[in-house]
């Protein structure tokens, strides 16, 4: 099967032997070395954008699921000109927002992968509260507060000479 993409049709996946998984990680090597320099910027521009995002409450976290792909996808059109011997330019990063023509179809991805998250995050509480139950919750909101000195007991007996 086939999906149309605004260049034509993609093309069909290929079986490869095991072994091309060692060429696969030195042409990364290579792509790398062709602009380190720019690579490293470009990481550093993403997280330092993702920091960003989360310091903006609820909407931030959400907005960083739904845009991570967007920026994955500038990424990787900025392997696909290095591939056709283009240079890299820190402004492939925010390629994906417009230049693919693939915005709309990246942030849905992000909204599949923010929803599988939601989906699994809710049965990971549906299995510890199945295994520890209400009386294991309870256990573990009543127990006191370390932090308080009438619950903490001296590390060091003050009667005990050394």
Excluded at 49 to 55: A, E, K, V
Excluded at 119 to 141: K, M, Y
């Amino acid at each position: 099967m086939t999906i149309p993409t605004p260049n034509g049709p993609a093309p069909e996946p290929r079986k490869l032997p095991a072994g091309y998984g060692a060429s696969w990680w030195g042409e990364g090597w290579r792509i790398f070395c062709a602009a380190p320099g720019i690579w490293i910027g470009m990481i550093v521009i993403l997280l330092v954008l993702m920091f960003l995002l989360l310091l903006v409450p609820i909407i931030g976290g959400i907005a960083q699921s739904l845009l991570m792909p967007v920026f994955a996808g500038g990424i990787m059109l900025g392997c696909h000109a290095l591939a056709r011997g283009e240079p890299l330019r820190i402004a492939h990063l925010f390629d994906g927002f417009g230049g693919s023509g693939r915005f709309g179809a990246l942030v849905i991805i992000g909204l599949v992968m923010l929803a599988a998250n939601i989906v699994l995050g809710l049965i990971c509480l549906a299995v510890i509260f199945a295994t520890i139950g209400i009386a294991g919750l309870s256990l573990i909101t009543s127990m006191p507060d370390p932090t308080r000195p009438a619950n903490c007991r001296p590390l060091v007996d003050p009667g005990v000479s050394w």
